[in-house]
Nanobody, 123 residues
């Protein structure tokens, strides 16, 4: 049974930082590309960042480029999202997802999803 468990969300002031983690089990983690998506109230789920199975390629939404960094540790079956210079518009539930193949920015390409972690940025 595949499980993706996010952690690290919370309440932070604008300009602050958070580090999200996503621990994976039940799959061969090192063969999956991993992605982070987010969904704010009343909005559709949107792509945030993705990383290839090796970590050699990373992808970012324009809205987070230069502020967020995705990384992975295949020995720990964990993917991270370091979020700096947070803005109120970053407030959302953040989800990690795993994809064996496909386009990293497209949610439908992902095979497994976590339950999400809330990130709230106050102004």
């Amino acid at each position: 049974q595949v499980q993706l468990v996010e952690s690290g969300g919370g309440l932070v002031q604008a300009g602050g930082s958070l580090r999200l983690s996503c621990a994976a089990s039940g799959l061969t983690f090192s063969t999956y590309a991993m992605g982070w998506f987010r969904q704010a109230p009343g909005k559709e789920r949107e792509f945030v960042a993705a990383i290839s199975w090796s970590g050699g390629n990373t992808y970012y939404a324009d809205s987070v480029k230069g502020r967020f960094t995705i990384s992975r540790d295949n020995a720990k079956n964990t993917v991270y999202l370091q979020m700096n210079s947070l803005k109120p518009e970053d407030t959302a539930v953040y989800y990690c997802a795993a994809a064996l193949v496909g386009k990293p920015r497209v949610a439908d390409e992902y095979d497994y999803w976590g339950q999400g972690t809330q990130v709230t940025v106050s102004s």
